[in-house]
């Protein structure tokens, strides 16, 4: 009979190696981490630069608070945020961040380096990262206000997930749907996405609307189909409100999903406005969605999975009606006016 194994404890670096790779799974995951601290410092304008879909360089500059200089010895460390100070304050905390943990992550599988300016310091300060760790003192150096934030080499030291993420076209298809996200619901704030020396593929002007977004994101024929949904429930403290298209239009099927500003998934959200499009659309035929959902945060468990992505809340049927009530009433009164214009 084989021996027993011996139980011994992992070091730190491997353990915070292993909890980073289960938060940052590809490219989009960080940068979405990037993006949601680049709108937490108030950023007006937000441009994203990458090379090879962001896993050789993937670079986010913006026009945010910065960050202090007396802060850049433990912002990579996990567990250090400017966001939350007692467990209390997640009952209704109003920013993206609040673990301190996305920095940390990101600096244990690539190479970091913030550049940042805060309005009262003179120049802008450039420090790198390794394993949460300064690596040496913040150089002063030229730089705007705000904040610049590049990861060099992603996963250079988790092989196996470097293996498995071989496609860079991928990897910036899907960069490209987390800027193009958060440009929609975001819009008065500007975003830019561009491969490095090369024309931008998304632009979006600062203070610009949702349809207009659309419209440059995904083009006219999703643009001017839009409708606007609205609706809003005291009883749940619920309210939706959203762009969807109308029964013209089939597309081959997006959904944009934000509940309390954060971009979630939700496949029972996903099946029930499926099934109100299944009887207007002909067959294998889909709908544009977005949709932002703001409910009573005491209503919902952010708190549940590092990533975030996956959202619990209570009164998820209830709230699924609603969200199909809207909809529904939508396409039945345009519904109507195709069918009275045919007649006319
Ligand atoms: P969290 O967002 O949960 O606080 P992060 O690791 O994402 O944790 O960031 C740590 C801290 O670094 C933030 O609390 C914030 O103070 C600062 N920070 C990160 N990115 C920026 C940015 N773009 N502009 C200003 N401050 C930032
Ligand atoms: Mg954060």
């Given at each position: 009979m ?10 730190e ?5 292993i909890?980073a790779?289960?938060i940052i799974?590809?490219?989009a995951?960080?940068?979405k981490?990037l ?6 410092a108030?950023?007006t304008?937000?441009?994203v630069t990458?090379?090879a ?6 670079q986010i500059?913006d ?10 010895d433990?912002?990579?460390e996990r567990?250090?945020?400017?966001k ?5 304050d997640?009952?209704?905390i109003?920013?993206y961040?609040?673990r ?7 600096s244990h599988?690539a190479?970091?380096t913030?550049?940042t ?7 802008a ?8 760790k300064?690596?040496g ?5 030229a ?11 992603l ?7 470097k293996?498995?993420l071989r496609?860079p076209?991928?990897?910036?298809s899907?960069?490209?749907e987390?800027v ?9 704030v ?5 491969k ?5 593929d998304?632009k979006t ?5 949702v349809?207009?977004?659309?419209r440059?994101?995904?083009?006219n024929?999703i ?11 005291e009883k749940?403290?619920l ?6 298209t ?7 099927g997006?959904?944009l ?5 954060r971009l979630?998934d ?7 406005v ?8 002909p067959k294998?035929?889909?709908?544009f ?14 708190n549940?999975?590092?990533t975030?992505?996956?959202v619990h809340f209570l009164?998820?049927e209830?709230i699924?009606?609603?969200i ?8 039945l009164s345009?519904?109507?006016?195709r069918?009275?214009?045919?007649q006319?």
């Amino acid at each position: 009979m084989s021996e027993p194994g011996i139980i011994k404890r992992l070091c730190e670096e491997v353990v915070n190696r292993i909890a980073a790779g289960e938060i940052i799974q590809r490219p989009a995951n960080a940068l979405k981490e990037l993006i949601e601290n680049s709108l937490d410092a108030k950023s007006t304008n937000i441009i994203v630069t990458v090379k090879a879909g962001g896993l050789k360089y993937l670079q986010i500059q913006d026009n945010g608070t910065g960050i202090r200089k007396d802060n850049l010895d433990i912002v990579c460390e996990r567990f250090t945020t400017s966001k939350l100070q007692q467990y209390e304050d997640l009952r209704d905390i109003s920013t993206y961040g609040f673990r301190g943990e996305a920095l940390a992550s990101i600096s244990h599988i690539a190479h970091l380096t913030i550049l940042t300016k805060t309005a009262a310091e003179k120049c802008a300060f450039k420090a790198s990262y390794e394993n949460g760790k300064l690596k040496g003192a913040p150089k002063p150096c030229a730089g705007n206000n705000g904040t610049q934030i590049t990861v060099e080499d992603l996963f250079y030291n988790v092989i196996a997930r470097k293996k498995a993420l071989r496609s860079p076209s991928e990897e910036y298809s899907h960069i490209m749907e987390v800027v193009g996200s958060y440009a929609i619901h975001n819009h008065n704030v500007g975003f830019t996405l561009k491969k490095f020396g090369e024309a931008a593929d998304v632009k979006t002007p600062v203070k610009s609307s949702v349809i207009e977004n659309v419209r440059i994101i995904y083009g006219n024929a999703i643009a001017r189909e839009l409708m606007e949904i609205t609706l809003e429930e005291e009883k749940l403290k619920l309210k939706i409100s959203g762009y969807v298209t109308n029964v013209n239009y089939s597309h081959k099927g997006t959904m944009l999903l934000f509940i309390n500003h954060r971009l979630v998934d939700s496949l029972s959200i996903r099946k029930a406005v499926d099934s109100i499009y299944s009887t207007y659309l002909p067959k294998n035929a889909h709908s544009f969605v977005y949709l932002s959902i703001e409910l009573d945060p005491r209503n919902i468990d952010v708190n549940v999975h590092p990533t975030k992505h996956e959202v619990h809340f209570l009164y998820e049927e209830q709230i699924i009606d609603k969200i199909k009530e809207c909809i529904e009433a939508k396409l039945l009164s345009c519904n109507s006016t195709r069918v009275m214009y045919t007649q006319a």
